[in-house]
């Protein structure tokens, strides 16, 4: 590492508060053991120097009073510090009890997005979930990605086998409901947007917005359509029956590779652009001409992220969007939609044929759909409170808020209040951690190490880098993997040590020492041997680096990937572009991409029943939006984000507020079907007419949290107006746009 200054040291490392991973240069005093400044790395290859607000609230978090730094036990209403042991026990024990009385399913569990940003949290949240043995698991999944998971797996044999837009090199890139100047990318993680956006207009491309609201990067398009929320999916299939009627399909190389083109035909005669106008808000004719345009040019990618997901039809409108880019020819191939090959891989392409997990078991109350071990989170409430004798009766929350992030806040607010007994790992009392009995909270970002597994997953370009810890964590702390696998071992009246050797055979098994592992002609007993008897989640990277397709496959001849290796590369590696895949990784029982999965194709019929309808709807509806110095609701409490002017305002356009009397910065009451808030008015000509937007991930004025920075800035839960009735029927993902309100001032 380089020396600046006697006491001063230079840590290169990724930002871990979203999916961009900008590369970042934390200036340390050893002498205090204190964070100076955090700045951008010029020397990354990836990011090259940018980086957002959010990197510099590293040090807000790592310094804010209100982190718990030791596990708590809630007494009344109020908090006592424990020590570990006493904490672990207390869980563990607690958990046991419920599981002997009631089965396990009276166990639930939620995951946040926040462990997806560590490697940690990755590796050993499975052992943990499976461990406690309940079917009742949720996460942030159901009211984010969940339709795009279920579309890319039927389409192509895995939930993550997403196609990444290549943006650096394309010439066309279309953006239906997604922010990426805002969100950094979401589904596709790419540093600095803005600029890459630039370098596209740059290089004679385009770029085309699809959003009922002139967003940030909108703002930048050279095209911006208003579109209805909740109607993308009838937009989508007009772009197809486009395609088809002028006769600008062409599957180019993968034509031989893609079944389901003339059932995808058939399923979007019914929706031409004259048709779905109504519904869309979009003038046919512009349909057809960006039809042509997108079929035309030579590399274009269309991209669909949140928007497209948390909607009525957000499995459809997920597999539309790669439809498009199969049928122009943009699929797996350079400037179009590709899939990244990351370090932590398989070796080589050569997948097995998967079943879908899908349908194994439903939830107790409406009965929907498992899907990838996970029930909709829209359920969680009624799972405690409505399901009798099969109730949940104790919650695991992990770096999760469900009250603010899932629909019906309210009524889910009192579900946790009535449990048996409740554990969350987790930095902080927020409002759904005031309910647990019991908290244990990790160490901050800055002092773990940590590996993108998920994210390089998701990356615009291959890319690999470790991120070494910053500052010695305190003494008598835990990191989050060791959190997760005490917890695991306890209830099942094992080790964290045993646990940690469960995740390491396992992985060993598939990457050593047998016909078609990555290194069959390398023993589990050798590879054991170069891995060190050390603990945790980094002996579990070097094996996976080691067996990856740019390791080293344990042969001291050989040059490739370890850990050592990314260790000496301090500001990561460059791995190249995107390469063509398809169809080596695919994993469809066909071996084929299949452009019309059954279950897919199944459910147009609903899409088609509800066209009359959607086109005499004009009621006025709720969308949210995001926010570039935040990441749903966990970065509220660091002043240096959460300062400035108020970002929970309600955006009505000014007919609407005309017609509506409400007035630029007074305060309106919004109610939906299943609750009522307030909110600042903010009039704007960037909304849709018909439509209002409130930002997701604040309300923090309850009582019983610690947080006062958030509390400061408190605004309102959009999610008070949700509906958790209201979900995708395939995926379960909860609808979280397109919320019919009425408005009136307050």
């Known amino acids: 590492m380089a020396t600046r200054r006697a006491r001063t040291e230079i840590i290169h490392r990724s930002c871990p508060l979203c999916e961009a991973k900008c590369g970042i240069s934390v200036e340390v005093d050893r002498s205090t053991g204190t964070v100076a400044t955090i700045r951008g790395d010029a020397d990354d290859p990836f990011s090259r120097g940018y980086l957002c607000p959010k990197a510099y609230g590293l040090k807000g978090l790592q310094e804010d009073p209100d982190r718990l730094r030791r596990p708590v036990r809630r007494v009344g209403s109020d908090w006592e510090e424990i020590g570990w042991e006493e904490a672990f026990e207390l869980a563990a024990s607690r ?187 979009i003038d046919a004719l512009r349909v057809r001409r960006l039809a042509r345009r997108f079929a035309a040019a030579d590399r274009a990618v269309c991209y669909g992220r949140i928007g497209t997901c948390t909607q009525e039809f957000g499995t459809l409108a997920s597999w539309l969007v790669d439809v498009v880019n199969t049928l122009t020819g943009n699929l797996d191939r350079p400037g179009g939609a590709m899939f990244p090959r990351t370090a932590t891989g398989p070796a080589a392409d050569a997948p097995k044929p998967r079943k879908l997990p899908y349908g194994r078991w439903r939830s107790r109350v409406r009965g929907l759909p498992e899907a990838f071990g996970e029930l909709p989170a829209a359920t969680l409430a009624e799972e405690i409170d409505a399901a009798g004798d099969e109730s949940i009766r104790a919650m695991v929350t992990v770096a999760g808020n469900p009250v603010l992030s899932t629909p019906n806040g309210n009524r889910l607010a009192r579900a946790l209040e009535s449990l048996e007994f409740m554990v969350s790992v987790d930095i902080y009392v927020n409002e759904t951690t005031r309910f647990a009995d019991v908290i244990l909270p990790p160490v901050s970002p800055l002092e773990r190490s940590n590996y993108d597994l998920v994210f390089n997953g998701l990356s615009i370009r291959n890319i690999s880098k470790y991120s070494p810890r910053v500052l010695e964590p305190p003494e008598d702390s835990r990191d989050p993997w060791e959190i997760l696998a005490e917890l695991a071992g306890r209830v099942n009246g094992a080790s964290a040590d045993a646990v940690d050797e469960l995740v390491l055979s396992h992985l060993l098994s598939s990457a050593v020492g047998s016909p078609g592992s990555s290194c069959p002609d390398v023993s589990v007993e050798e590879a054991r041997k170069q891995l060190g008897d050390r603990r945790g989640p980094e002996r579990i990277l070097d094996l996976m680096l080691r067996a990856g397709p740019y390791g080293d496959h344990f042969d001291p001849e050989r040059s490739g990937l ?80 959460a300062k400035g002017r108020d970002r929970c305002t309600l955006l009505v356009h000014p007919t609407d507020a005309k017609r509506l009397g409400l007035a630029d910065g007074a305060r309106a009451r919004i109610r939906s079907r299943i609750g009522a808030i307030e909110a600042p008015i903010a009039v704007s000509e960037e909304m849709m007419p018909g439509v209002v937007s409130l930002p997701h991930g604040f309300g923090h004025d309850v009582e019983g949290t610690r947080m006062r920075v958030a509390r400061q800035h408190a605004g309102v839960n959009s999610n008070r107006l949700t509906d958790e009735a209201q979900v995708d029927a395939l995926s379960g993902n909860s609808v979280l746009n397109g919320i019919p309100v009425e408005i009136a001032p307050a």
Request: hydrophobic share 45%; no cysteine.
């Open 562 to 641: 370890s850990l050592e290796v990314l260790r000496k590369a301090e500001h990561g590696l460059d791995l190249g572009a995107l390469e063509p895949r398809l169809p080596g990784m695919l994993a469809t029982e066909s071996g084929a991409v299949e452009l019309a999965p059954a279950l897919l194709s199944g459910d147009v019929s609903r899409l088609r029943a509800r066209l009359s309808e959607r086109t005499a709807d004009d009621r006025l509806v709720l969308v949210g939006r995001r926010h570039l110095r935040s990441n749903n609701s966990w970065m509220h409490n660091i002043h240096s984000l």
């Open 95 to 281: 958990l046991r009890e419920v599981r002997a009385a009631h089965g396990a399913d009276a166990i639930g569990t939620y995951v946040g997005n926040p462990n997806v940003h560590d490697l940690g949290s990755t590796l050993y949240l499975g052992p943990l979930l499976r461990g406690l043995g309940t079917r009742r698991q949720f996460s942030a999944s159901s009211v984010d990605q969940l339709p795009k998971m279920l579309s890319a797996f039927l389409m192509f044999g895995g939930p993550l086998a997403i196609p990444i837009p290549d943006l650096d090199r394309t010439d066309f890139l279309l953006v239906l409901g997604a922010n990426p100047v805002a969100s950094n990318g979401s589904l596709m993680t790419a540093p600095d947007i803005p600029g890459r956006l630039a370098a596209l207009r740059a290089r004679g491309g385009k770029l085309v917005v699809i959003d009922p609201r002139r967003s940030e990067t909108a703002r930048l398009a050279d095209e911006h359509l208003f579109i209805k929320p909740g109607s993308d999916a009838y937009f989508l299939f007009a772009l197809v029956h486009t395609l088809f009627e002028e006769r600008l399909v062409r599957l180019d190389r993968l034509e031989s590779h893609v079944r389901g083109v003339e059932a995808v035909q058939t399923l979007a005669k019914e929706f031409s652009p004259e048709v779905v106008a109504r519904a869309t808000g």
